[in-house]
Each structure stands twice: as structure tokens, then as C-alpha cells.
């Protein structure tokens, strides 16, 4: 699991929530789009929580990259604003969540989209 997210104290909220499921490995932390392929690209995670609206490459156009490179990654789109999912999907996301979602409901979307991807390799 790779969490990219402009926001230190995001990243740090979901990193706690990820941490109380053993099935979840993360295996890094991405401030910007760019860095998040760059790490996509190193690490090759089965999911990749991406924030939408980010510096120097926002979460779409790298949505869009991964997807293109590493097909089988899946990547959902996480957001404070409904009005980047229909370019979210456009871009590929496999899942689109609002910030404003249960922490539950977010774990549970983790979950299922690591296992689909665990089951397909």
C-alpha cells in the first residue's frame, strides 16, 4: 500500500488507520504526484490511496501514469470535493472516496481492492 497525499497530517491519520489492519503493508508515503509513480514505479504496491489535488503533479495525471504503466495496480482517488470523480474515473481510478467517508468504510475499500488484486496475481 502507498498513501500520496500533499497533507502531513492526512498522511499521518491514514497511515494510523492503516496500521490497525494486519492484512496492510505500507511500503511508503508520497507529499506529490510525481513522487507517488516514483515510488509506484520502486515499490510496485497493490493499492495506492491517492489525494486528487496535489503540487507538482496532482493525483490525477499520476492515477492516469500508474494505470497506464502498472495496470494491475489498483488506485483509489481520495478527495474532499464530488467534483473530481467523473475526472478521476476518466483517469483511471479504480475507486473514488471522500475524506468526509467513514474510516471504516475507507479500510473496507482498501481491503477489498488489495484482495481483488492479491486474487488476480
Known sequence: MLIADDHVCSRRGLKALL?????VELVGDAADGR???????EHQPDVVLMDAK??????LEATRIIKECYP???VI???????YQADA???GADAFLSKADSPQHL??????LGR??????
Open 107 to 112: 479500510l473496507k475499500t482498501v481491503l477489498m
Open 54 to 59: 496535489m503540487p507538482v503533479m496532482d493525483g
Open 35 to 41: 513522487e507517488a509513480v516514483r515510488l509506484v514505479e
Open 72 to 74: 494491475d495496480c489498483r
Open 19 to 23: 496500521a490497525t489492519s494486519p492484512e
Open 77 to 83: 482517488v481520495l478527495t474532499i470535493s464530488a467534483s
Open 89 to 91: 474515473v476518466a483517469a
Open 116 to 121: 481483488r488484486r492479491a486474487a488476480q496475481g
